[in-house]
């Protein structure tokens, strides 16, 4: 059977779909609606601040009544800014703005060139000049073409009203605005769909190799300087300098020298290299009633560890201590290896049975003939890498949106009404209005400004500002 | 350090605390008593202030070669010299003297707790050594430091908004006199032509009941000398106009910087959403400024609720909670 739609059918679901939509846009323009999505926005936001991010369910357990902490963890604020509801909540702002652009700013003009009642606005003034009309009002246009205002003459019936505008491009300050807000957004995308990153960490003398593009990293030396500064506090070692040597073999085959540094990133082939942290790697080894038996088969870095063959006990290296202070036995202020030491932890399973500072180059006692000797250090370098081939997009979005802010704001559209008739006791009357786009107030002290500067350049007679009444309605 | 240099920044330091202390007692009682001759102390004393904490901190640089902003107690200093510098501009600008009061008392109150994070002459940590902390952190300070002028602005709205309606019983809603004006028959002093147009209506607090008490009311005789609300409501506009420009460009020059120092130009990091916080609350205001009846004291109250979020983002995240921004040193 051959099924029909009847036609009125169709138009009343097209007509229901045009009013939800017409609907769903005008709700999405409305500005209370889109500062409600920013006030949310911003809640996301500050919990996000003060809920550390990132962290283990157990972390919150400990730091957080369990309530709070369960909370915590099934609502996902533990990662809030890569839940759906952050994003959502950026996607609907998107929105919010799209529709406002499109349904209130572009369509949002200076009115039409028609007459006006120049009393009836309330930045107005009246001013008497010299001369008759037809004269004044050349004088009038070149004075305001003089200062930048845009004039146009019309005629209504056989009055002649001028036109002065100002910076009437300067309305689409706010679309500019939220088109940068769109090309931040649209340059993350970009990152999120076609850029990579990553971290590593080599040691002095050994090379590694970024995944994603082959790029070979070959760690010649790290070098650092921490000096003693002193303080009202005492004395503080403070971090002054951090480097690393290294040769970067990149897509081409070609080898080149490369000095990375804070602040002072490495590019290869569009692929940029960090300097994020180091640390000391320790060769331990292990001995068995004198004799070497299996041990770790590289330096370890803090947190790594490496059990004990034949027992149920493994050893984590925790961290490096630079000099040990000699009077307590207590790890020193200063950081840099003077008298190093390292931190370690015994587990027997995974239960931690006892941890210890033992000096380098002097073997610890585990027991069961057992001894384990922090042999030496070698330093590495962590390094981040990052493409991300949005960026040229999110530095467009960025200008683009403090242009558009800077627009909106410093670029203030205001019209002039103008009308010019004869005066009672001979010369000319002049009355004056203005508007602008966003109300009198913002314009009121530049109004002021413009009738006295044009009474100034105006000849007597005698000049006269008044200003409108109001009325009060409570 | 040379002794002599460091009695010069020592010496410095102390004209700017004495010149704002001063200031801020002469303008608070220009503030109350709208006398001239107060204005005329207090804002030459502002100026002394600013302009010994801007040697101050130069006379730092000069003396250890390290940007004096790489710690809390450089950027505070600039803090509030900045917030002078731009609260004088826009007393001269747009008569915004009578405020000077409460934000030389803030830029004192800035001053003195900056001294209480200062270690001495530090080097810079590597992440701070770079050409961005010359760019980026002087435009974030102004953009708190405009906040700053706004909170105060903001206060003072609520403060005039709240004491007229006393005199007034409930706020009234003036509207712009209808075509041809034949409706007129109240005037209102000041600002009389400070009103939407007809059929739209803006909150404001000039009423005639005010100006009736002024005759044998000191209170309502000093708020008449203050500006009118619309005319504080387009102060605070025009100071957040100037801030948030300034915070947008902070964000997007931290995250070039970020981008250079750390591989991301953004790492969710607490001082950065922090700005992020402090950015859509002033969205949200210059928003809702649109709409002419959301103006008044509804945005003041955002303007208050942002500069809380400008202090919890500057000293709350550096103090209380740790990130990637915690130079706290």
């Not at chain 2, 750390?262 to 969710?268: F, I, N, P, S, T």
């Given at each position: 059977m051959e099924a029909r739609i009847r036609p009125d059918l169709i138009s009343a679901a097209t007509a229901w779909v045009r009013k939800a939509w017409d609907d769903t846009v005008r709700l999405f323009a409305h500005v209370p609606f889109g500062v409600s999505l920013l006030a949310i926005w911003g809640v996301l936001t500050l919990i996000g601040v003060i809920v550390e991010q990132g962290k283990d369910p157990s972390f919150y357990a400990d730091a957080y009544a369990p309530p709070i902490a369960r909370l915590i963890v099934r609502l996902d604020l533990d990662n809030i800014y890569h839940s759906a509801a952050y994003i959502g909540i950026i996607g609907l702002i998107l929105c919010s703005m799209a529709a406002a652009t499109f349904t209130k700013v572009i369509p949002r003009r200076i009115p039409r060139l028609n007459p006006v009642k120049i009393d009836a606005i309330p930045l107005h003034a009246t001013i008497h000049v010299a001369g008759d009309p037809e004269s004044a009002r050349e004088r009038l246009a070149a004075f305001f073409a003089a200062r930048g205002w845009q004039v146009r003459k019309r005629e209504f019936g056989g009055t002649e009203w001028t036109f002065a505008d100002k910076n009437?491009?300067?309305?689409?300050g706010v679309l500019v605005a939220h088109v940068g807000f769109v090309l931040i957004a649209a340059g993350t995308t970009i990152y999120w769909a076609k850029g990579y990153s990553g971290q590593f960490a080599v040691l002095s003398g050994q090379t590694a190799t970024i995944p994603e593009s082959g790029t070979k990293i070959a760690l010649q030396r790290f070098g650092f300087r921490i000096d003693p500064v002193q303080t009202k506090a005492g004395t503080v070692y403070q971090p002054i300098d951090y480097v690393s040597d290294a040769k970067v073999t990149g897509r081409d085959g070609v080898t080149h020298d490369a000095v990375i540094r804070v602040n002072q990133p490495y590019d290869a082939d569009g692929t940029l290299i960090y300097q994020a942290t180091y640390g000391f790697a320790i060769d331990f080894a292990l001995t068995k009633d004198g004799h070497r038996i299996a041990g770790p088969d590289h330096p370890l870095k803090e947190g790594e560890g490496f059990a004990i063959d034949g027992t149920s006990r493994a050893i984590q290296y925790q961290r490096f201590v630079g000099t040990i202070d000699r009077t307590t036995g207590q790890p020193g202020a200063d950081p840099r290896p003077n008298d190093p030491g390292v931190v370690i932890q015994a587990f027997d399973g995974d239960r931690p049975v006892g941890g210890a500072l033992i000096p380098l180059g002097r073997p610890v006692d585990l027991g069961a003939g057992y001894r384990l000797e922090a042999a030496r250090y070698v330093l590495y370098s962590g390094f981040q890498y990052r493409y991300d081939p949005g960026i040229p997009v999110v530095g467009l979005g960025a200008f683009v949106l403090v242009a558009g802010l800077c627009i909106s704001f410093y670029f203030l559209p205001a019209r002039l009404f103008v009308l010019v008739r004869d005066a009672a006791g001979g010369g000319a009357e002049v009355g004056l209005a203005a508007t602008t786009v966003r109300g009198y107030e913002v314009f009121e002290q530049r109004f002021a400004e413009i009738v006295e500067a044009l009474r100034r350049s105006e000849p007597a007679p005698q000049t006269e500002v008044t200003t409108a009444p109001v009325t009060q309605t409570v | 350090m040379d002794p002599t240099r460091e009695l010069l920044d020592q010496t410095l330091l102390k004209i700017g605390i004495a010149a704002y202390v001063t200031g801020a007692l002469v303008l608070f009682a220009y503030f109350l008593s709208r006398r001239p001759v107060l204005r005329a102390i207090g804002m030459p004393l502002a100026i002394i202030g600013a302009v010994a904490q801007f040697a101050e901190l130069g006379a730092r640089w000069w003396m250890t070669g390290v940007w004096p902003l790489t710690n809390l107690y450089g950027s505070l200093s600039l803090f509030s010299a900045v917030a002078v510098t731009i609260f004088v501009i826009f007393a001269y600008r747009y008569q915004m003297d009578f405020i000077g009061g409460p934000v030389l008392a803030l830029a004192a109150i800035a001053l003195g707790y900056a001294t209480t994070w200062n270690e001495g002459y530090m080097p810079a940590v590597p992440a701070l050594q770079s050409y961005w902390i010359k760019i980026h952190v002087p435009i974030v300070i102004s953009a708190y430091a405009s906040f700053m002028l706004a909170f105060c602005l903001s206060v003072l709205y609520l403060f005039k908004a709240a004491v007229e309606n006393r005199y007034r019983g409930r706020t009234i809603r003036l509207r712009g006199a209808a075509a041809g004006g034949s409706n007129a028959n109240v005037n209102v002093a000041v600002n009389a032509y400070a009103v939407q147009p007809a059929a739209v209506g803006v909150l404001r607090s000039d009423t005639p009941g005010l100006d009736a008490a002024a005759a044998s009311d000191a209170v309502a005789k000093w708020l008449t000398s203050l500006p009118s609300l619309a005319k504080l409501d387009i102060m605070q506009y025009r100071v957040i106009a100037v801030g948030l420009p300034l915070l947008s460009l902070g964000i997007i020059t931290g995250a070039m910087w970020a981008k250079e120092a750390?591989?991301?130009?953004?790492?969710?990091d607490p001082k950065e959403t922090a700005a992020l916080l402090s950015w859509i609350v002033y969205a949200a205001y210059m928003h809702l400024h649109t709409r002419p009846n959301l103006r008044g004291t509804f945005t003041a109250w955002i303007s208050v609720i942002g500069f809380v979020s400008i202090v919890f983002c500057y000293l709350g995240v550096n103090i209380w909670i740790s990130g990637l921004h915690s130079y706290k040193m």
């Open positions: 009437n491009w300067a309305r689409r | 750390w591989g991301a130009y953004w790492q969710w």
